[in-house]
């Protein structure tokens, strides 16, 4: 946890905010997560062809995880009144913020702890 790149706690970060939100906002509605996959498998395809093949398994990964999370998100979230990607409702917001930084704090601990 210590080498964790500063771009990649940002995705961390990322992951973080968009579990939290599924948490609150989940639907288990067929066609949200269908249309998601398939937007991944679009998207995620066409960010394979334009990036080095030789890439590893977790970029590969997270060309297809991310257009299926900002997909589904964007489901999620229509007509709930967030404001660009905040939720309303101050505590949803608190709790995304507060895991984020436990998150970061965490690393810069191990970054300081074993460097």
């Known amino acids: 946890m210590a080498k964790i790149k500063n771009g990649k706690i940002v995705l961390w970060c990322y992951l973080i905010w968009y579990l939290t939100t599924v948490y609150f906002y989940f ?4 066609k949200i997560w269908i249309n998601a996959l398939g937007i991944s498998a679009i998207i995620g395809l066409g960010l394979m062809l334009s990036v080095d093949a030789s890439g ?7 060309l297809f ?39 970061v704090v965490l690393v810069l601990y191990f970054r300081h702890r074993y460097s």
Do not use: H
């Open 27 to 30: 639907d288990p509605a067929p």
């Open 65 to 103: 995880m991310m257009p299926f999370a900002v997909s589904s998100f964007s489901a999620l979230i229509k007509g709930q009144g967030f404001l660009f990607v905040f939720s309303p409702v101050l505590n949803e917001l608190l709790v995304g913020v507060a895991l984020c930084a436990m998150f």
């Open 56 to 62: 590893s398994r977790w970029q590969t990964a997270r």
